[in-house]
């Protein structure tokens, strides 16, 4: 099966900073990669799909790039609304591992 | 309104049995697979598996097949995930979400997750 690795696995940056996580699949997944962000103790929310295509409703500050093994997401001003933690997650086939998580804190 | 209302949080001994559901509302329930996603405390998100509510086709992730059994009552719009036998380690919050559609496989909307504790 594919494997999900994050990187890093946490990160603490200031209000305003520019942000970037990446995720690298095992194999190629072509576009087929979904970022999430999960507040502290709230419910998993899709931001983008399709490893680029940003959800109805999320600000445009989060954007997604690449293909096949190498994704990123970044954030272009980091806010505090945003602290949370990020995952990614493969769909071109069962199973639909997720990546481990990065939580992004404000410094 | 779209949505996914899960049962309540849920105490059970090792050992005991158990049935959590989510009930999909506001849209056609049986064209959109649900899948289920455990979150143990303080830990990341996993993909536990789907199911196709029009016909029962399921998918596990080779993690949880054999653990769970996941299913679906089309009749009342509601999927299940359940256990013969709980475990401390079953510990968890489980989350169910709805697939975008039947070619992407991504979660669009999801429920609020049920809180499952075993302990003796």
């Known amino acids: 099966d594919i494997q999900m690795t994050q990187s890093p696995s946490s990160l603490s940056a200031s209000v305003g900073d520019r942000v970037t996580i990446t995720c690298r699949a095992s194999q190629g997944i072509s576009y087929y990669l979904a970022w999430y962000q999960q507040r502290p103790g709230r419910v998993p929310k899709l931001l983008i799909y399709?490893?680029?295509t940003l959800q109805s409703g999320v600000p445009s500050r989060f954007s997604g790039s690449g293909s096949g093994t190498d994704f990123t997401l970044t954030i272009s001003s980091l806010q505090p609304e945003d602290v949370a933690t990020y995952y990614c997650q493969k769909y071109n086939s069962a199973p639909l591992t997720f990546g481990g998580g990065t939580k992004v804190e404000i410094k | 309104e779209v949505q996914l209302v899960q049962s309540g949080a849920e105490v059970k001994k090792p050992g005991e049995s158990l049935k959590i559901s989510c009930k999909g509302s506001?849209?056609?329930?049986?064209?959109?697979?649900i899948g289920w996603v455990r979150q143990m405390p303080g830990k990341g998100l996993e993909w536990m598996g789907i199911i196709y509510p029009g016909d029962s086709d399921t998918r596990y992730s080779p993690s949880f097949q054999g653990q769970v059994t996941i299913s679906a009552d089309k009749s009342i719009s509601t999927a299940y995930l359940q256990w013969s036998s709980l475990k401390a380690s079953d510990t968890a919050i489980y989350y169910c979400a709805r697939v975008a559609s039947i070619t992407y496989w991504y979660f669009d909307l999801w429920g609020r997750g049920t809180l499952v504790t075993v302990s003796s």
């Open positions: 506001g849209y056609s329930f049986i064209s959109y697979w």
């Open positions: 399709g490893a680029s």
